[in-house]
């Protein structure tokens, strides 16, 4: 339990520390809350091909699709056939819509391996400038959002559930100036074929990128989950930081027993921005408590999505701490080049099972804005991340007693988009 606490104070001491210094008006990182209304981008010439903007001449109806195309370099210091090519990464269209209070957000993406996914697609109505609710499968309240780092390698936050992660369901938002309270019920999670970021699952819907010697007793899904998050944003002469905390909790419905377990969570998070520095961190608690047939290890779950990333298991109960620094440099004199990102990504899951080794992963990256075009540059290091060595690294997230087990892995990954 001390340790618990302990990971949770450490990930969010230094951005209250942080949010007392002086500079200079912080960028937009932490969101102006002015609005929780909706908004589409007004029609005009405002993005490349071949994005389509329209508007009523009324201005009460609005549509406009964009999207991405972007391509993936990577260098893994382990067996990988990804080793030294340029490969496709993502083709993503972006929907969005509105019709006097009506609206409609949808993001959909066509990956590599044939793989597709959605990370959010819902229709929503606007109940006041303030407030407004979304219907279908928006991004379940929690944590940083909707990123939980700044880089484009994504970190243990989002392989345990805590990042741009949607379910079916619905959303209510309220956001002012000072506050930003979320409420959303998952009745159930999103298909685990078109899923965008990892969720629990059963081995029956993931046994296509699934082992089953490994999983094939896992038998557990989410079902009526409860999310919400509440953040206030503070403003200084010189810096601005919002501070928010969350909470989940579901039913842990096993369809062999037909029993409930349960599953909760409990996060804190802050972002600070101060000059050209912007700093978030969180602190997350999580457990799973599934009722499992006899013979079935209960300290551990299957996790998964539509297959682009191997099913995998997590230890069921841990705390994981987040610290993410990024540093905007304006490059006014470099033509297309408008803004340099420097980022250090860190986070950790310290796991309660005795004997069970921590998780870590660290990045160094630089992005560059240089509109339509976005790069990153990571350079990952990782240990007991299962993404990070491959079958080496099997058990990164449990119990760590693969081959690769307590060894950094790491790997460099170029990502070049066209935005429009």
């Known amino acids: 339990m001390k340790r618990t606490l302990l990971a949770i104070a450490l990930a969010n001491v ?17 969101s102006d809350p002015a609005s929780a209304q909706a908004a589409v981008p007004p029609a005009g010439p405002r993005k490349p091909f071949p994005h389509i903007s329209w508007q009523s ?5 609005a549509l406009d699709i964009g999207g991405a195309l972007r391509m993936n370099y990577r260098d893994e210091d382990w067996e990988s056939e990804n ?9 993503r269209v972006d929907l969005k819509a509105r019709h006097h209070d009506f609206f409609a957000d949808v993001n959909y993406w066509f990956q590599d391996d044939g793989k597709r996914s959605i990370d959010r697609g819902y229709v929503g109505y606007n109940l006041s400038p303030q407030s407004n609710i979304q219907l279908g499968a928006p991004f379940k309240p929690f944590g940083l959002e909707p990123y939980p780092q ?8 989002f392989f345990l559930g805590y990042g741009v992660s949607a379910g079916a369901g619905i959303k209510y938002n309220y956001k002012n100036a000072d506050w930003d309270l979320q409420a959303g019920y998952f009745p159930r999670m999103m298909p685990s074929s078109i899923r965008y ?26 079902r009526d989950q409860v999310n919400l998050r509440l953040a206030r944003t503070f403003t200084g002469d010189d810096w601005k930081a919002e501070v928010g905390g969350s909470l989940a909790g579901a039913r842990l419905y096993n369809a062999t027993t037909r029993d409930d377990g349960d599953y909760w969570a409990a996060g804190l998070h802050a972002v600070v921005n101060h000059g050209p520095w912007t700093l978030t961190t969180q602190g997350i608690r999580y457990e799973f408590d599934p009722k499992n047939p006899a013979g079935v290890a209960d300290n551990q779950i299957l996790m998964g999505g539509n297959g682009l990333t191997p099913a995998f298991m997590i230890a069921a109960e841990g705390t994981i701490a987040s610290l993410n620094l990024g540093y905007d440099i304006a490059t006014p004199g470099l ?9 250090n990504d860190y986070s950790r899951l310290f796991k ?40 080496e690294n099997g058990t990164g997230w449990t119990s ?3 081959s690769g087990s307590n060894d950094w892995y790491y790997r460099t990954n170029l990502n070049i988009g066209y935005y429009f």
Request: charged share 20%; aromatic share 12%; net charge negative.
């Open 352 to 391: 309660d099972e005795s004997g069970w080794a921590d998780s870590q992963m660290y990045t160094a990256g630089i992005q560059f804005l240089a509109l339509p075009i976005i790069a990153w540059l990571d350079l990952t290091w990782a240990k007991n991340a299962n993404p990070f060595g491959g079958a």
């Open 57 to 61: 001449d009324d201005g009460a109806t």
């Open 335 to 343: 033509g297309m080049l408008k803004k340099i990102k420097l980022y």
């Open 150 to 157: 700044f880089g484009w390698s994504y970190h243990i936050p």
């Open 400 to 402: 760590t007693t693969s």
């Open 14 to 30: 230094p951005a209250l520390a942080l949010a007392q210094a002086s500079g200079v008006p912080a960028p937009a990182s932490v």
């Open 197 to 222: 970021s990892p969720e629990v699952g059963r081995y029956k819907d993931l046994d296509e990128n699934a082992i089953p010697a490994v999983h094939g007793d896992q038998d557990n899904e989410k």
């Open 83 to 91: 080793n030294g090519r340029f490969l496709f990464d993502t083709f």
